[in-house]
């Protein structure tokens, strides 16, 4: 075997786990899992992907008769990476593939963490309705979007591995909504409920338009 066959073979790729309709959905909602700072080892289904399990399903049950398809990213590698933002081209082409099989159709962004941070950069993207950061990694500096989604950033105040601080001043930045939550640390698993209802809350109203427009 040759040494481009080879790294052919190993080369990883990002992948969609799906619910709902597989194609002409009226509207898709994009979950984001989080991930590391620096890291090429292939992403799999680990913790930051099973924090985004409990969302996609109550997503599912909440718009369940109404032709939302409900797709849970899986990045090719675990990390951000400096200026190659692997899980922003990750997402974005999750954006072609929505764009490409539900034509038309909004899609609302829920990411967590790194997932946050890779939400909150592709705000701007055509076709992106709503985005819902939740404890997000906002670094100095970070670029505010494109007008155009509705935009809600919400961060509990225990966490220690992102700043709800800077969530906070980014949110005013940008315009965005900015819920604060008492308690709450990075895992968001103190206030499960809350944050469930916060989840399915935002995106049934980010997607009001949509429905009235047909």
Same mark, same amino acid.
């Given at each position: 075997?040759t040494?481009?066959?080879?790294?052919?073979?190993?080369?990883?790729?990002p992948?969609?786990?799906? !619910?709902?309709?597989?194609e002409h959905?009226?509207?898709?909602?994009?979950?984001?899992?989080?991930g590391? #700072?620096? !890291?090429?080892?292939p992403?799999r289904?680990?913790l930051? %992907?099973?924090?985004m399990?409990?969302?996609a399903r109550?997503?599912?049950?909440?718009?369940?008769?109404?032709?939302v398809?409900v797709?849970?990213?899986?990045?090719r590698?675990?990390?951000?990476n400096g200026?190659?933002?692997?899980?922003v081209?990750?997402?974005r082409?999750?954006?072609? #593939?929505?764009r490409?099989?539900?034509?038309g159709?909004p899609?609302? $962004?829920v990411?967590? !963490?790194?997932? *946050?941070?890779?939400?909150l950069?592709?705000?701007?993207?055509?076709?992106?309705?709503g985005?819902?950061? $939740?404890?997000?990694?906002? #670094?100095?500096?970070?670029p505010?979007?494109?007008p *155009?989604a509705?935009?809600?950033?919400?961060?509990g105040?225990a966490d220690?591995v992102?700043?709800?601080?800077?969530?906070? !001043? %980014?949110?005013a930045?940008?315009?965005?909504?900015?819920v604060?939550v008492?308690?709450?640390?990075?895992?968001?698993l103190?206030?499960?409920v809350f944050?469930?209802? $916060?989840v399915?809350?935002?995106?049934?109203?980010?997607?009001?338009p949509?429905?009235?427009a047909?």
């Amino acid at each position: 075997m040759t040494a481009s066959a080879s790294r052919a073979r190993v080369e990883p790729v990002p992948a969609l786990d799906m !619910s709902g309709p597989r194609e002409h959905a009226r509207a898709v909602v994009l979950l984001l899992p989080g991930g590391r #700072e620096t !890291s090429v080892a292939p992403a799999r289904r680990g913790l930051a %992907y099973l924090r985004m399990v409990p969302f996609a399903r109550a997503i599912s049950w909440h718009t369940r008769g109404d032709q939302v398809a409900v797709w849970t990213l899986r990045y090719r590698v675990r990390g951000w990476n400096g200026d190659a933002q692997d899980p922003v081209r990750d997402a974005r082409w999750a954006l072609e #593939e929505a764009r490409r099989t539900h034509p038309g159709a909004p899609v609302v $962004l829920v990411g967590h !963490s790194m997932g *946050g941070r890779v939400a909150l950069r592709l705000a701007g993207e055509p076709g992106v309705a709503g985005v819902c950061a $939740l404890a997000p990694w906002i #670094e100095a500096g970070e670029p505010a979007p494109r007008p *155009g989604a509705a935009i809600v950033i919400a961060h509990g105040d225990a966490d220690r591995v992102t700043d709800p601080r800077s969530s906070a !001043s %980014y949110a005013a930045r940008i315009g965005a909504s900015f819920v604060p939550v008492p308690g709450e640390t990075h895992t968001l698993l103190r206030r499960p409920v809350f944050w469930t209802r $916060l989840v399915t809350a935002f995106v049934a109203t980010a997607l009001q338009p949509a429905a009235h427009a047909r």
